[in-house]
């Protein structure tokens, strides 16, 4: 595991913040836990069920949340394993994760509570894609794949959803409560202007990319804002109308009152240009349409009502399928002050923005890859997709808790059967089974990980 290797070196080694920004805080990496991908939930199963990926298994790091009102972490689950073609009670995990104050160092994390997503009747919110769920593309139903959460202050679960994409509200025990309006420009569409929760660009011309739609989520300090980051830009904004050439992403704000969305801001993703030259030798360069597929935004976490944090990376490292190195996952801290408010405006046609639009102000906050490979780590997580900051420690800085997606470790044939991924950490050699078949000797399935951080957010 890598938790041994990182051992005697984890209290040694920080990672410092870039000091580009005067704002930049210091990061300390502090542990490293790993959970076995087979994990339980608490889902009750009927007596005598056996442990299922699609029944009880945690799931991990879609989204992470810290509630310092009751000391809980939340650990969302997305869609379920298999890729939106499996049935699957989404849900979200409330988790306690024990820390050492003085040091920072955790311990694995304990689900104390699993909640279910339920609609008004009872029936559960299903992983299954609109299609196979409600047999119409064009009908979300109870169709959901959660991707960002936060807590209000009445204890209610706001969670972002990227089939629609879409924003509901739950009370604490899961029981739906409403839908936010969803912004018209960020629905998918085809040519005849009908919606396809489906299709992928072949058929969708306007709106979220498929599987890119909402993918983090946070509650400002004041209460009133919610701030949701699509994954990447919308499938017709950027050059050639092609949003996987384009760099911007966008920021939807909503208001918790109305339910209504207000504004949207331009993010922009780190230029590709750039991330091939982290690594000149590698053969493994993005492409033109890597930039606004590869690479994305994960997780966004509010520091003040204008102030966030985001966690931008690219779709390399230890998942399901095999990916070259990875080159990028990192922190930026962002800013919305002065940014454009683009809710009524096209980027279609350009990567460039608009004259007179102004992007969100973006500084490097911490480089997760220097940290981790600093400390001797091997294996780094594709998806880094939990961004979470948590209690304080002795010391007076804050706990930081980064987690992974690692997709269940299931995969899918093109013919939808499903496959337990297993891997031999040492050799790299790969191995796929039948669905919660045991894996070969020597390899096992890719666990959720979760890297601390004593954070210093006073300088």
């Not at 890598?2 to 580009?20: D, N, P, V």
């Not at 509010?302 to 931008?312: I, K, N, Q, T």
Request: overall charge neutral.
């Amino acid at each position: 595991m890598i938790r041994s290797t990182l051992t005697s070196l984890l209290l040694a080694c920080t990672a410092t913040a870039f000091a580009a920004p005067a704002v930049a805080a210091h990061w300390s990496l502090t542990d490293l836990v790993e959970t076995p991908a087979t994990q339980r939930d608490a889902v009750r199963l009927p007596p005598g069920t056996p442990d299922q990926a699609n029944l009880n298994r945690f799931g991990f790091y879609s989204d992470l949340t810290y509630n310092p009102r009751d000391g809980y972490w939340y650990a969302l689950s997305d869609r379920g394993p298999g890729g939106g073609v499996i049935d699957y009670a989404t849900r979200v995990q409330r988790l306690r994760i024990p820390y050492d104050r003085r040091s920072g160092r955790i311990g694995q994390p304990i689900v104390d509570k699993t909640v279910l997503f339920s609609a008004r009747r009872g029936d559960s919110f299903n992983g299954l894609n609109p299609q196979l769920l409600n047999g119409d593309a064009a009908k979300l139903g109870l169709s959901f794949d959660p991707e960002g959460f936060a807590v209000g202050r009445n204890g209610h679960f706001y969670v972002a959803d990227e089939y629609g994409p879409s924003l509901y509200e739950f009370a604490p025990n899961g029981r739906f409560l409403r839908a936010f309006a969803t912004p018209a420009n960020l629905q998918p569409r085809n040519a005849q202007g009908q919606l396809d929760y489906v299709g992928d660009r072949k058929l969708v011309v306007s709106g979220r990319q498929d599987n890119r739609g909402f993918e983090g989520l946070t509650l400002t300090p004041s209460g009133d804002k919610l701030y949701a980051v699509m994954q990447d830009p919308l499938v017709q904004e950027g050059a050639s109308n092609d949003g996987r050439r384009s760099r911007n992403v966008r920021i939807v704000e909503f208001d918790l009152r109305s339910g209504r969305s207000n504004a949207q801001y331009v993010y922009q993703l780190e230029p590709i240009a750039a991330l091939n030259a982290l690594d000149p030798s590698s053969d493994d360069d993005f492409s033109a349409t890597h930039q606004g597929r590869s690479i994305g935004l994960s997780a966004i976490h509010a520091l003040s009502d204008r102030d966030f944090l985001v966690l931008e990376r690219d779709n390399r490292g230890l998942g399901v399928e095999v990916t070259a190195a990875p080159l990028h996952k990192r922190v930026y801290r962002i800013s919305l002050r002065g940014a454009t408010n683009v809710a009524t405006q096209s980027l279609a046609g350009s990567n460039d923005l608009p004259a007179g639009v102004r992007a969100v102000d973006k500084a490097p906050e911490l480089d997760i890859l220097a940290a981790l490979r600093g400390a001797g780590a091997r294996d780094i997580p594709e998806k880094l997709e939990g961004l979470a900051i948590g209690p304080r420690l002795r010391n007076g800085k804050h706990l930081v808790l980064i987690g992974s997606d690692n997709d269940y470790s299931v995969t899918q044939s093109g013919a939808g059967e499903q496959f337990e991924v297993c891997v031999d950490r040492r050799s790299g050699e790969r191995a796929q089974v039948p669905l919660d078949a045991d894996c070969p000797t020597g390899k096992a399935r890719i666990p959720g990980t979760l890297v601390a951080f004593a954070v210093d957010f006073r300088r």
